[in-house]
């Protein structure tokens, strides 16, 4: 049974949803600290009593909502015994999950756009080591992986997947067909050049 939240941990609740809601519709700059207020039902004196400013609101609601938590949570539900099937089943639930909350990738366009990737480092310190701990297991993959940081690994799938919803979205808006993933999973897997075939010398 869960236990019951206080007057104070409902009230710093109610800040964070506003501020979300607000911050997505229509920036971190265009929100006032008075809007957050209205919306949320509480006074300024009270939403100061929880955070010492709107920035510590921003950075609060982007450690809650950046799509890397949720990211998290599929790719440690994902089947697939090898990492091919792990990769292709993890990009078709994770693009279909920002297809139904697209809401939370304007929190990384905020994050990219009005503060320069400010927050990036602390995201990276709470996400990165539970990322490379789930493909870990995958290290070697029967001998066939390339002598490479399970690091630049990670970067290439997430780039690849966040690729794929982006132009998805671009060319389908509102769209409920997921993207074709086969071509950008293959160049992800061998990249875009053919392999030269070896030079026989007589």
Aim: aromatic residues 8%; negative net charge; proline residues 5%.
């Amino acid at each position: 049974m869960d236990t019951p939240l206080t007057r104070g941990e409902r009230t710093r609740q109610a800040i964070l949803t506003a501020a979300y809601s607000l911050f997505v519709e229509q920036g971190y700059r265009a929100t006032s600290m008075r809007q957050i207020a209205n919306r949320s039902n509480t006074s300024l004196s009270g939403i100061y009593n929880h955070f010492e400013s709107k920035e510590h609101i921003f950075e609060t609601v982007v450690m809650e909502h950046h799509p890397f938590h949720r990211m998290l949570q599929i790719l440690q539900d994902t089947p697939g015994e090898t990492m091919e099937e792990f990769i292709g089943n993890a990009a078709q639930l994770i693009i279909s999950e920002l297809r139904g909350h697209p809401d939370s990738l304007n929190l990384v366009l905020i994050g990219i756009t009005e503060f320069k990737g400010k927050q990036a480092p602390e995201l990276a310190g709470v996400y990165l080591p539970q990322f490379l701990a789930l493909f870990e297991r995958f290290s070697g993959a029967q001998g066939r992986l390339r002598d490479l940081p399970l690091q630049a690994i990670l970067i290439s799938f997430v780039s690849t997947v966040f690729a794929c919803y982006l132009s998805a979205n671009l060319t389908n808006p509102g769209g409920s067909n997921l993207p074709e993933l086969e071509p950008q999973l293959d160049i992800l897997y061998n990249g875009i050049m053919k392999a030269e075939k070896p030079c026989i010398h007589a």
